[in-house]
C-alpha cells in the first residue's frame, strides 16, 4: 500500500474507491479486469476499516477507561482475535507444539487481565485516547507468558527416596550445602491438637477481617 501512496486515514477510511490509485489494480491485480479487481480490492478495504472507523468513533473525545475497554474489546471482537487465536491453538496442538498452544491460550487472558487492571486503576477519571493507549502499553510491556516445558524438555520435582529418571541435565538439591546431602524428612503427618486448632482460627479470623 506505501509503495502506491496509499497512507493514512483519508486513503484508508475515506469514500474515494481506489480504482486506478497509481496503478495499484494493475500491480496487484495482473490476470483480473479492472473491474472485477477493483470490486476484490474495495471489500477488502471496508473489511479492514469498518472495525477501526467504529473503534475511531467510539473513543473521540475524553471518556473513562472502561468506556475506552469496552471499545478496544469490541474492536478485538470484530477483527475475530479470539476466533484466531482459538484456530492457532487447535493447530498447535494438532502438530503436537504444546507449547505454543499453551503460550497462545494465555494470550487472551492477558489482554483482559490489563483492561481490567486499567479500568480499576483509573476509575471513573476522564483521559483521552492517546493517555488510554500509554496505559495499555506499559500493562502489555510488563507481561511474560512462562511455561513449563513439554515434550523432551521436561522438569522433575520429587523426594531422593522416589526419583528415579535418568540422563538428568541439571539436578537442583534442596538443602545441600558444602558437600553435606541433606537427610530426608520423617513423614509423621499433621497433628491438630485442640491448642493447634484455636490458633489456627485466630489466624483465619484476623485474616479476613483486613480486607
Given at each position: 500500500m506505501?509503495?502506491?501512496?496509499?497512507?493514512?486515514g483519508?486513503?484508508w477510511l475515506?469514500?474515494k474507491?481506489?480504482?486506478?490509485?497509481?496503478?495499484?489494480v494493475d500491480?496487484?491485480?495482473?490476470?483480473?479486469?479492472?473491474e472485477?479487481?477493483?470490486?476484490?480490492?474495495?471489500?477488502l478495504r471496508?473489511?479492514i476499516?469498518?472495525?477501526?472507523?467504529?473503534?475511531?468513533?467510539k473513543?473521540?473525545g475524553?471518556k473513562?477507561?472502561?468506556?475506552?475497554a469496552?471499545?478496544l474489546?469490541e474492536?478485538?471482537?470484530d477483527i475475530n482475535?479470539?476466533?484466531?487465536l482459538k484456530f492457532?491453538?487447535?493447530?498447535?496442538q494438532k502438530?503436537?507444539?504444546?507449547?505454543e498452544?499453551?503460550?497462545?491460550t494465555?494470550?487472551?487472558?492477558?489482554?483482559?487481565?490489563?483492561?481490567?487492571?486499567?479500568?480499576?486503576?483509573?476509575d471513573?477519571d476522564?483521559?483521552n485516547i492517546?493517555?488510554?493507549a500509554?496505559?495499555?502499553t506499559?500493562?502489555l510491556?510488563?507481561?511474560e507468558?512462562?511455561?513449563?516445558?513439554?515434550g523432551i524438555?521436561?522438569?522433575?520435582?520429587?523426594?531422593?527416596?522416589r526419583?528415579s529418571h535418568t540422563?538428568?541435565?541439571?539436578?537442583?538439591i534442596?538443602?545441600a550445602?558444602?558437600?553435606?546431602f541433606?537427610?530426608?524428612?520423617?513423614?509423621?503427618?499433621?497433628?491438630?491438637?485442640?491448642?493447634?486448632?484455636?490458633?489456627?482460627?485466630?489466624?483465619?479470623?484476623?485474616?479476613?477481617?483486613?480486607?
Amino acid at each position: 500500500m506505501l509503495k502506491h501512496g496509499i497512507r493514512g486515514g483519508s486513503k484508508w477510511l475515506g469514500e474515494k474507491e481506489w480504482l486506478g490509485e497509481n496503478n495499484i489494480v494493475d500491480t496487484a491485480f495482473q490476470t483480473e479486469s479492472e473491474e472485477d479487481a477493483n470490486e476484490v480490492i474495495e471489500k477488502l478495504r471496508h473489511e479492514i476499516t469498518a472495525p477501526i472507523a467504529s473503534f475511531k468513533e467510539k473513543t473521540k473525545g475524553r471518556k473513562t477507561a472502561a468506556e475506552f475497554a469496552t471499545a478496544l474489546f469490541e474492536y478485538l471482537e470484530d477483527i475475530n482475535l479470539y476466533s484466531g487465536l482459538k484456530f492457532d491453538i487447535t493447530k498447535f496442538q494438532k502438530d503436537g507444539k504444546l507449547n505454543e498452544s499453551e503460550q497462545f491460550t494465555k494470550i487472551w487472558n492477558l489482554i483482559l487481565d490489563i483492561l481490567n487492571q486499567v479500568t480499576i486503576a483509573l476509575d471513573g477519571d476522564k483521559i483521552n485516547i492517546s493517555e488510554f493507549a500509554e496505559y495499555i502499553t506499559v500493562g502489555l510491556s510488563q507481561c511474560e507468558i512462562r511455561t513449563i516445558p513439554s515434550g523432551i524438555d521436561q522438569v522433575y520435582v520429587g523426594s531422593v527416596e522416589r526419583s528415579s529418571h535418568t540422563s538428568v541435565k541439571v539436578m537442583f538439591i534442596v538443602g545441600a550445602k558444602s558437600g553435606t546431602f541433606p537427610t530426608g524428612i520423617a513423614s509423621e503427618g499433621f497433628s491438630f491438637k485442640p491448642r493447634q486448632m484455636h490458633f489456627a482460627g485466630r489466624i483465619r479470623r484476623n485474616s479476613c477481617t483486613r480486607y
